[in-house]
């Protein structure tokens, strides 16, 4: 149970990452006996250093120094592969292996207790440094998420990866998948997501090692890499500090977060001028992942403030490519994993889709083919606000909010504009199997939104943010029904079709100019479209609203306008308590069930 109560509606930028050195490491593999040889087997696993040495920077003005020592877990035979689920918010996370059995992919259950929640592996790295006097000066574990910054390690390898940029860290996910692709390596760094250490400028051994739990679980050998590392002391004033994070942002990503959904196809998303500067300048915590050569994952934070992505790997770990480039037997083989013709197992990258040139002709239909379900996630991230210099004397209630696409099709809605006016008129598309368009359906409108936070067209009608008294009557209702649709968040990427590589994760790919002449948006099966508690619209006024007991309904699809596979699973309820008094309200937000975030 969580009360809270702040000011101001803005959530922490936490630290940004810089660029890996080009690695230069051998790495050894365990061989298997004889006995696991006819078992089922699954990948080959070794941590392994990019360097033998790196060098840190400590910002004076930050809480201390982040650990990307260039650390990295390899995975050869066969792909690494996770899936992560729970039936409902009752039920506890539990995660299975794919491992394999004369060519033939098999679920393994791991242990209850091998996580706790969707964001990765807990306490997988070990880490220690010591001083030049060998005084150990930081003991450490992290979680390690397999979907890190990832990349090849060997000319053979795959030259995509099918698994999903990040970990979903949205308390109400459902299903993930997480995966070092055979021939890869995945950062063990967590970037943003990890906690800064107190280290003064000067020279450290870091000793990494994987924890013995995983070791036993997944057959690690017990060889921690070691690192020297060099911090050096900097300070924003220098002039080098702020100006060198805003080119590594690639944009800044102010706004609303434009790289915050959790792709990764090319740099990181920039954002368009008009999106940039609704949070000031931007310091070297913030900033961005920068354009690397490998995969680049950002984080899922929907429409608001970006979290930094850990940095890609080098195209090659050079050394290891070279010991490995003639070894191309079964081994390097292994079993096929990608899709066939006309099969989507959620490892195809999903092509981009835009707007048609001019409306639909035609007579318009809803055929009988496979429509999207929409669904509602909980309310999280509620808060207390008060109307700051804006609305002095106000009380509102905040939120963030999630719909999210459960299929087995994509929402697809095209806005198209009439010389002179100010909306748009919407459809919506439906597709074969095939993927081929056989029907449309007028659905509403689209708008332009222009307010900080937003500068974007919004589809009208696509959710609903009603406050319902403890009897279930609708107590106030949020002004906001329109929405600019993106793929922020991996809510449940085992159900069927879920595309892991969604293509609009942020707003620099969807929801258009104020000069666009026709708009595309599109809602990926597996993901949602988060709309974070500090944006305009995302709030009650909860003023004259009596102290008591409470819901906050997210509805998708309220005018039921748009076609579904089923509209009775459209509404989430969370309950909240108000207390205290005009200018110092409260909340307390008892665990949904077996979550217990606010």
Same mark, same amino acid.
């Given at each position: ?55 840190? @920077? ?69 880490? @220690?440094?010591?001083? +030049? ?26 030259? @995509? ?261 100010? +909306? ?6 439906? !597709? ?39 009897? +279930? ?41 104020? *000069? ?33 007991? !409470? ?18 699973? *459209? ?28």
């Amino acid at each position: 149970m969580t009360t809270t109560r702040t000011n101001r509606l803005r959530r922490p930028l936490l630290a940004g990452t810089t660029a890996v050195a080009a690695m230069a490491v051998t790495a050894g593999f365990m061989a298997a006996s004889p006995e696991q040889a006819t078992a089922a087997t699954g990948p080959k696993l070794s941590l392994v250093a990019a360097t033998g040495s790196v060098t840190l @920077t400590s910002w004076k003005e930050e809480p201390g120094v982040y650990l990307d020592l260039g650390t990295y877990l390899t995975a050869e035979g066969t792909p690494l592969e996770l899936k992560v689920t729970r039936k409902s918010y009752k039920d506890p996370v539990v995660v299975t292996q794919t491992v394999y059995e004369g060519g033939k992919a098999k679920a393994k259950t791991l242990p209850q207790d091998t996580v706790k929640d969707f964001s990765g592996l807990p306490g997988f790295a070990e880490i @220690t440094l010591t001083d +030049k006097a060998g005084k150990k000066v930081v003991s450490r574990t992290e979680s390690f998420c397999p979907n890190n910054a990832s990349g090849r390690i060997r000319p053979d390898a795959p030259a @995509t990866s099918k698994y999903p940029e990040s970990c979903p860290t949205n308390p109400f996910t459902l299903g993930s998948v997480w995966g070092v692709e055979k021939g890869w390596a995945a950062n063990t760094y967590g970037g943003s997501y990890t906690q800064p250490v107190k280290l003064a400028a000067g020279t450290y051994t870091a000793r990494v090692g994987v924890a013995k739990k995983y070791r036993d679980l997944f057959g690690i050998a017990d060889k921690p890499a070691t690192v020297k590392v060099t911090v050096q002391e900097r300070s924003w004033e220098e002039g080098n500090g702020v100006s060198a994070a805003r080119s590594a942002a690639a944009g800044e990503h102010a706004g609303h977060g434009t790289a915050g959904g959790h792709a990764g196809h090319g740099a990181a998303h920039q954002a368009p001028a008009g999106h940039a500067g609704h949070h000031g300048p931007v310091k070297p915590s913030q900033a961005g992942a920068p354009e690397t050569s490998g995969a680049t994952p950002s984080y899922n934070v929907g429409h608001g403030p970006l979290k930094a992505a850990p940095p890609a790997l080098p195209w090659a770990l050079k050394k290891q490519q070279a010991a490995l480039a003639g070894a191309q037997g079964a081994d390097a083989a292994g079993p096929r994993t990608g899709d066939a013709t006309g099969q989507t197992d959620g490892s195809r990258k999903a092509p981009a889709l835009v707007p048609a040139a001019k409306r639909p002709t035609g007579k318009a239909s809803v055929p009988d083919v496979p429509k999207p379900d929409l669904r509602s996630l909980p309310a999280y991230g509620i808060t207390i606000s008060d109307g700051t210099e804006n609305v002095p004397g106000k009380d509102y209630l905040a939120f963030s909010a999630n719909v999210w696409n459960a299929g087995p099709a994509q929402l697809v809605v095209d806005g198209f504009r009439s010389p002179g006016k100010a +909306k748009m008129d919407a459809y919506q598309y439906f !597709y074969d199997a095939r993927g081929k368009q056989v029907g449309y359906t007028p659905t509403g409108t689209m708008e332009w939104d222009p307010r900080p936070g937003h500068v974007h067209w919004h589809f009208t009608d696509f959710a609903s943010y009603r406050l319902l008294k403890a009897d +279930k009557k609708e107590a106030v209702r949020s002004g906001k029904e329109a929405f600019c649709l993106a793929n922020t968040d991996a809510v449940d990427y085992t159900v069927k079709n879920a595309n892991w590589h969604p293509f609009n994760t942020d707003l620099a790919t969807a929801c258009g100019q104020e *000069n666009s002449i026709s708009v595309r948006e599109v809602l990926d099966v597996g993901s949602g479209d988060t709309y974070t508690q500090d944006l305009p619209g995302q709030s009650f006024d909860i003023t004259d609203v009596p102290n008591g007991t !409470y819901y906050i309904q997210v509805l998708a699809n309220p005018a039921k306008r748009l076609k579904e596979t089923n509209l009775d699973n *459209n509404s989430a309820l969370r309950k909240v308590v108000l207390s205290g008094k005009p200018g110092k309200r409260t909340v307390t937000v008892p665990a949904h069930d077996l979550v217990n975030a606010n």
